[in-house]
């Protein structure tokens, strides 16, 4: 069964602080993607990658990175939290193909204070 | 830049009844999906239709696609509170493909009244 997990569901961090969200996919899937969702806004991508050490910035990088040193974690971090990065964070894989089908983990609701 | 829009934002129907909401987009695709997100939890893929299908069935959902219109609907049949969510179009905007991440839009509440 296609797993995708997040490291915490919630998370509190004081602006300023430098925030680590992990995700891992066990579905041996190259491609991953890092979203935040806000009312009214739907989905936004920030980051994904196509392959390890690989990244691309997507539709709202500002204020974030990522990291994908090993093909089944992807993590999005937030070098200096800032309150207008309040909001859900959810990770996406994918396998290169024909389906572009993406299986997403659980989701982390980030507050920062 | 949000690529889907759903409409209605807000959809409230008895149980037993029918469901249906639309999705319109602006650029060629190579398919479209739906998902479905329950409150506070990750998104679930429903159903992807391709640019060079009309119609797609998958137990109780039926999607349309017209590519002429730049639009897509997904119908619920005989819905049920377990149907209760948020629902998302998701394109992939852009005709060659690729690793890029889907262009969702901002979704369809639906609520079942039992």
């Known amino acids: 069964d296609v797993k995708v997990t997040q490291s915490s569901r919630y998370l509190v961090k004081r602006t300023g602080e430098k925030v680590f969200l992990e995700c891992v996919q066990d579905?041996?899937?190259?491609?991953m993607f890092w979203y935040r969702q806000d009312p009214g806004l739907g989905l936004r991508l920030i980051y994904f990658?196509?392959?390890?050490?690989?990244?691309e910035k997507g539709d709202i990088p500002e204020g974030y990175s990522v990291s994908r040193e090993k093909k089944e974690r992807f993590s999005l971090i937030l070098e200096s939290a800032s309150t207008n990065q309040t909001s859900m964070y959810l990770c996406?894989?994918?396998?290169?193909?024909?389906?572009?089908?993406?299986?997403f983990g659980p989701g982390t609701r980030l507050t920062v204070l | 830049s949000q690529q889907g829009e759903e409409d209605p934002q807000a959809l409230s129907i008895q149980e037993g009844e029918n469901a249906t909401m639309n999705c319109s987009y602006k650029?060629?695709?190579?398919?479209l999906q739906w998902y479905r997100q329950n409150s506070g939890r990750g998104l679930v893929h429903l159903i992807l239709?391709?640019?060079?299908?009309r119609e797609k069935h998958s137990g109780r959902l039926r999607v349309t696609l017209d590519t002429s219109k730049k639009s897509s609907s997904l119908l619920i049949t005989a819905s049920r509170a377990a149907d209760t969510a948020s629902y998302f179009c998701?394109?992939?905007?852009?005709?060659?493909?690729?690793?890029?991440?889907?262009?969702f839009g901002k979704g369809t509440h639906l609520i079942i009244q039992p």
């Open positions: 996406a894989s994918r396998t290169t193909g024909i389906t572009d089908t993406q299986y």
């Open positions: 579905m041996d899937h190259e491609n």
């Open positions: 990658s196509y392959d390890v050490k690989m990244k």
């Open positions: 650029t060629s695709i190579n398919n």
């Open positions: 239709i391709r640019s060079n299908e």
């Open positions: 998701a394109t992939d905007g852009k005709a060659g493909g690729g690793a890029d991440g889907l262009t």
